[in-house]
């Protein structure tokens, strides 16, 4: 009997427990109020290139021949060589270098995301290689929400490889406008190949989709996903912005570029509350 009372103590505890928890994510999801206030294409601008002002550091392989200086200007006849080393089977090639935004004339307030832009040619065409940048906040090298992270595929001229660093792009940018960037190959390997570099640099964003987000509640909101629709096509954005109650917040996107003609923009919250807007 004594036993029977504590099983059925237990089971009224947690119905009751559950009961108060589904009550207050109601609560909550009731008093949660979020509106698309606006949504506007801006103008993409561009600001020039900023290249290495210093010497690449060679952490897996060899510097052949060149200099960082080679690397500053595309399309010039000048280029910087690097080999993978150092023995087989394990030949591997991984370099990286300092790089910085000029934030006097591109302020963060201005910038929307980052670009990478390396122009390289590999002798081996079975291995990609990557882009990643240092993580300040990670403090690790990363690719984590670039707009690609599967590597680049060479094809044995001259290739062009161009990420987006989205809207992740503040973790990768320092204070002062320094960013690391590193490049290497996918693995181990026992085809030593030969890498030159034409151009590596980055450079600032701005524009693209201003999203103007208005919270009529009372809570903190937390937008966790936003749509672009039309009638031929379902984009889906993973985001993470707060919006205090009674605030307006902007939120820019450099990679999200609205559809001609009629279009539906959709968000939703952490509590899987949407707010829609529509457009042309």
Do not use: C
């Not at 009751?16 to 698309?36: A, G, H, T």
């Not at 052949?64 to 010039?76: C, H, K, L, P, R």
């Not at 590597?151 to 161009?162: E, F, I, K, S, V």
């Amino acid at each position: 009997m004594a036993l029977s009372l504590v099983i059925i103590l237990v089971i009224v505890s947690n119905v009751v427990l559950w009961s108060y928890e589904m009550n207050q994510l109601d609560w909550e999801k009731l008093r949660e109020e979020v509106k698309i206030a606006n949504v506007t294409r801006v103008n993409v601008t561009r600001s020039s290139w900023f290249a290495a002002q210093s010497e690449y550091t060679v952490n897996l392989g060899s510097r052949v021949s060149g200099t960082y200086e080679d690397t500053q200007v595309a399309n010039d006849d000048d280029w910087e060589t690097f080999r993978e080393g150092p023995n087989p089977p394990i030949y591997r090639l991984d370099i990286n270098g300092t790089f910085f935004i000029d934030i006097s004339a591109y302020p963060f307030a201005s910038i929307t995301t980052v670009e990478i832009r390396l122009r390289y040619r590999a002798r081996n065409e079975l291995e990609k290689w990557f882009l990643k940048a240092y993580n300040w906040t990670a403090q690790a090298y990363s690719d984590n929400g670039f707009n690609s992270t599967t590597g680049h595929t060479p094809t044995g001229g001259w290739d062009n490889y161009t990420i987006n660093l989205t809207n992740t792009w503040r973790s990768y940018v320092r204070d002062d406008g320094a960013m690391y960037v590193k490049f290497h190959d996918e693995r181990n390997d026992a085809v030593q190949t030969t890498i030159d570099i034409d151009f590596l640099g980055a450079r600032a964003v701005s524009g693209g989709t201003r999203f103007t987000f208005k919270n009529e509640g009372s809570l903190t909101s937390d937008l966790v996903s936003l749509w672009i629709i039309n009638s031929t096509n379902h984009e889906r954005r993973d985001i993470n912005v707060f919006v205090n109650s009674a605030e307006t917040t902007i939120y820019l996107r450099a990679d999200i570029s609205l559809p001609t003609g009629q279009y539906t923009v959709k968000v939703v919250t952490e509590r899987g509350n949407t707010a829609v807007y529509s457009g042309t």
